[in-house]
């Protein structure tokens, strides 16, 4: 083959040619690109706003009316028919699944009931149906803090609004009830007057500011998670008040975290079992989806969990948040060639080991408790049994953190594993000091180890009369909640807005 040039040198127009169409190549590639711009654009004003909505407008319908892809989309996370090898949309019964977790979670709530998630659509039926919230009869029954409302609903940001952030928190769970009753919704990410992305819880706001960094000034990529991360997050309640607080100001890693519960001696509660002051792991989604390689490229929550979708020519966010597995076409093959086959086992590989891991982790904590009251029954005293308490406290820490975030093993699987191995360590660590405890105090056989294979079991073992706190919990709900959404409707039918 001849060289370019030397075929330009003997014809020229040929060159010509070539520079032409070069020019129209680029002139339809912008035309393409400004298309997608102003489709983009249009996505977005693709119809009018028939009302004027204020920020503290808590129901989803109203702001469905001006939006109406958006609002039917969203309104999708009421469906639970998908089911993943892990996760899905189901309710599932995740102590029925792994009853080692009751053991793990004795003397506090989550020992009663404790589901997997479903849809944002549930958010408030579900926090009144657990009996985690148990059964108050009074606004001040109960022992539950109003903070446990703050991420369930927009009817939280118009609260705050009306009474100031530390006064939302304060007082009983129940003391609340009226007021909260519209599920997660626009509010909570959007500002009303430009739709764009909204922090609108405080606590967000704090952690970062904490850190030196305006959260405000990020970009619309950094957006996409941080709406997420308002409540996909590693939580807890501070000082006497309740005030809902992030514990990042050590870092966002588990180590770092752990740290910072350490420096003043936080603990949630104390275990039933093994008397070990604990720190219960909420959902640090946010914080473990930092450290996988898809957030190190770039992407952010929405990219998976709210991909865009076209209809009729014109592109909007898909509301539905859910598992990426039912949508795999719009979000990993927007980027990823393989099949969906492929992808989907990707995924599965992941949590598979991490499962695997995870398993031998409980297993070997549940041992550490038990043998620790097997130890405090023999006679051991505080100070034998503090540097036992220590590490049990940190290897449960560990293990929560790892599983308390349902998407973490395909999220940063890596991390994930690494943290599931620090929790065996201590585990191990903690059992070999207490059989010595045990054999100073003249026990050398092995601990009994109860029968613990189901939920009733374990909960049994634990204590715990079921039965009789679900008796309680329907009262509550015949009686009391349809008395909290009788008010919430005579409250919202007051609202008046502004036709346009
Ligand atoms: C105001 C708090 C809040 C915000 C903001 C929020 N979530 Fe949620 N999310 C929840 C709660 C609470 C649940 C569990 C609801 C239930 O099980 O009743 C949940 C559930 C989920 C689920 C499980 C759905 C299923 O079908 O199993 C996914 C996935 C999810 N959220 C992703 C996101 C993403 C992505 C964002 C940001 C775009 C986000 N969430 C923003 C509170 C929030
Ligand atoms: C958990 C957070 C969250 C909730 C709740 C939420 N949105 Fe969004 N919304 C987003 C994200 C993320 C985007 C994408 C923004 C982007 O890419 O710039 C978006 C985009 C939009 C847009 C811009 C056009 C588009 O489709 O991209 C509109 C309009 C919108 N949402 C309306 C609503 C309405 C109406 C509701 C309530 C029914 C709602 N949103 C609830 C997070 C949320
Ligand atoms: C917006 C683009 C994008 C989307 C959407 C996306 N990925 Fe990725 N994915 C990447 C990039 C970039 C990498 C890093 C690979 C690299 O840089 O070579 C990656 C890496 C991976 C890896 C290898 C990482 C590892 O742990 O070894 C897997 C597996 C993967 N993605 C699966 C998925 C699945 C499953 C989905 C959908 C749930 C998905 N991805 C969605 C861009 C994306
Ligand atoms: C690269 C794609 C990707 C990104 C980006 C991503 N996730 Fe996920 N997420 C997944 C996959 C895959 C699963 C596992 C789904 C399953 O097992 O069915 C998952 C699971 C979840 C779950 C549990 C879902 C359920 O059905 O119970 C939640 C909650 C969640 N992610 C929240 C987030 C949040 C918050 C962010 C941002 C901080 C985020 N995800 C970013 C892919 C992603």
Same mark, same amino acid.
């Given at each position: 083959?001849?060289?370019?040039?030397?075929?330009?040198?003997?014809?020229?127009?040929?060159?010509?040619?070539?520079?032409?169409?070069?020019?129209?190549?680029?002139?339809?590639?912008?035309?393409?690109?400004?298309?997608?711009?102003?489709?983009?654009?249009?996505?977005?004003?693709?119809?009018?706003?028939?009302?004027?909505?204020?920020?503290?407008?808590?129901?989803?319908?109203?702001?469905?009316?001006?939006?109406?892809?958006?609002?039917?989309?969203?309104?999708?996370?009421?469906?639970?028919?998908?089911?993943?090898?892990?996760?899905?949309?189901?309710?599932?019964?995740?102590?029925?699944?792994?009853?080692?977790?009751?053991?793990?979670?004795?003397?506090?709530?989550?020992?009663?009931?404790?589901?997997?998630?479903?849809?944002?659509?549930?958010?408030?039926?579900?926090?009144?149906?657990?009996?985690?919230?148990?059964?108050?009869?009074?606004?001040?029954?109960?022992?539950?803090?109003?903070?446990?409302?703050?991420?369930?609903?927009?009817?939280?940001?118009?609260?705050?609004?009306?009474?100031?952030?530390?006064?939302?928190?304060?007082?009983?769970?129940?003391?609340?009830?009226?007021?909260?009753?519209?599920?997660?919704?626009?509010?909570?990410?959007?500002?009303?007057?430009?739709?764009?992305?909204?922090?609108?819880?405080?606590?967000?706001?704090?952690?970062?500011?904490?850190?030196?960094?305006? $959260?405000? !000034?990020?970009?619309?990529?950094?957006? @996409?998670? &941080?709406? *997420? /991360?308002? =409540? +996909?997050?590693? #939580?807890?309640?501070?000082?006497?008040?309740?005030?809902?607080?992030?514990?990042?100001?050590?870092?966002?890693?588990?180590?770092?975290?752990?740290?910072?519960?350490?420096?003043?001696?936080?603990?949630?509660?104390?275990?039933?079992?093994?008397?070990?002051?604990?720190?219960?792991?909420?959902?640090?989604?946010?914080? $473990?989806? !930092?450290?996988?390689?898809?957030?190190? @490229?770039? &992407?952010? *929550? /929405?990219? =998976? +969990?709210?991909? #865009?979708?076209?209809?009729?020519?014109?592109?909007?966010?898909?509301?539905?948040?859910?598992?990426?597995?039912?949508?795999?076409?719009?979000?990993?093959?927007?980027?990823?060639?393989?099949?969906?086959?492929?992808?989907?086992?990707?995924?599965?590989?992941?949590?598979?080991?991490?499962?695997?891991?995870?398993?031998?982790?409980?297993?070997?904590?549940?041992?550490?408790?038990?043998?620790?009251?097997? /130890?405090?029954?023999?006679?051991?005293?505080?100070?034998?049994?503090?540097?036992?308490?220590?590490?049990?406290?940190?290897?449960?820490?560990?293990?929560?953190?790892?599983?308390?975030?349902?998407?973490?093993?395909?999220?940063?699987?890596?991390?994930?594993?690494?943290?599931?191995?620090?929790?065996?360590?201590?585990?191990?660590?903690?059992?070999?000091?207490?059989?010595?405890?045990?054999?100073?105090?003249?026990?050398?056989?092995?601990?009994?180890?109860?029968?613990?294979?189901?939920?009733?079991?374990?909960?049994?073992?634990?204590?715990?009369?079921?039965?009789?706190?679900?008796?309680?919990?329907?009262?509550?709900?015949?009686?009391?909640?349809?008395?909290?959404?009788?008010?919430?409707?005579?409250?919202?039918?007051?609202?008046?807005?502004?036709?346009?």
């Amino acid at each position: 083959m001849k060289a370019i040039t030397l075929i330009i040198k003997e014809k020229p127009w040929i060159g010509w040619a070539l520079f032409f169409s070069t020019i129209l190549i680029v002139f339809l590639l912008g035309l393409l690109a400004s298309s997608v711009i102003e489709r983009r654009a249009e996505a977005v004003y693709a119809y009018k706003p028939s009302k004027e909505i204020s920020q503290t407008e808590p129901r989803n319908t109203i702001w469905g009316e001006n939006y109406p892809r958006e609002y039917e989309s969203y309104l999708k996370t009421a469906d639970t028919s998908f089911r993943s090898q892990y996760n899905g949309n189901a309710l599932i019964d995740a102590l029925e699944l792994d009853p080692k977790m009751v053991i793990l979670w004795a003397g506090y709530p989550f020992s009663k009931d404790y589901n997997q998630p479903r849809g944002h659509y549930y958010a408030i039926d579900d926090i009144r149906k657990t009996l985690r919230t148990e059964a108050p009869m009074t606004p001040e029954a109960g022992k539950l803090p109003n903070t446990c409302w703050a991420c369930k609903s927009p009817d939280v940001p118009r609260m705050m609004n009306k009474t100031g952030i530390a006064d939302f928190y304060k007082g009983n769970w129940a003391s609340k009830g009226a007021e909260i009753a519209n599920f997660i919704g626009c509010a909570d990410c959007h500002d009303a007057k430009t739709m764009n992305l909204r922090i609108s819880r405080p606590a967000l706001i704090e952690a970062f500011e904490r850190q030196g960094i305006d $959260v405000k !000034k990020s970009s619309q990529q950094e957006m @996409r998670s &941080l709406v *997420c /991360a308002q =409540c +996909h997050v590693e #939580y807890y309640f501070q000082g006497e008040d309740k005030y809902l607080t992030f514990p990042w100001d050590k870092g966002m890693n588990v180590d770092s975290i752990e740290k910072y519960y350490d420096s003043y001696e936080f603990s949630d509660w104390k275990h039933a079992l093994s008397r070990t002051p604990m720190i219960k792991a909420q959902h640090p989604d946010f914080e $473990v989806f !930092k450290m996988g390689i898809h957030a190190q @490229r770039g &992407l952010a *929550c /929405a990219d =998976c +969990h709210m991909p #865009y979708r076209s209809e009729g020519g014109v592109k909007f966010t898909d509301h539905h948040i859910q598992s990426p597995l039912n949508n795999i076409a719009n979000t990993c093959q927007i980027c990823h060639r393989e099949s969906e086959e492929t992808l989907k086992n990707n995924v599965y590989e992941r949590q598979r080991k991490v499962h695997q891991t995870k398993d031998k982790a409980e297993e070997l904590l549940v041992k550490a408790h038990i043998e620790a009251k097997a /130890a405090w029954d023999a006679g051991a005293s505080e100070n034998e049994m503090k540097p036992v308490l220590i590490l049990i406290r940190h290897a449960q820490w560990r293990w929560d953190f790892s599983v308390a975030g349902h998407g973490n093993a395909f999220h940063a699987p890596i991390e994930i594993l690494r943290i599931l191995g620090t929790s065996i360590d201590l585990s191990q660590e903690a059992r070999i000091l207490t059989s010595r405890i045990l054999a100073s105090h003249g026990i050398n056989k092995p601990v009994d180890y109860p029968d613990i294979s189901t939920k009733s079991k374990a909960q049994k073992f634990i204590g715990l009369d079921i039965e009789n706190l679900k008796k309680e919990k329907q009262v509550f709900l015949n009686k009391i909640v349809p008395e909290w959404i009788q008010k919430a409707k005579e409250r919202e039918a007051k609202y008046n807005f502004k036709t346009l």
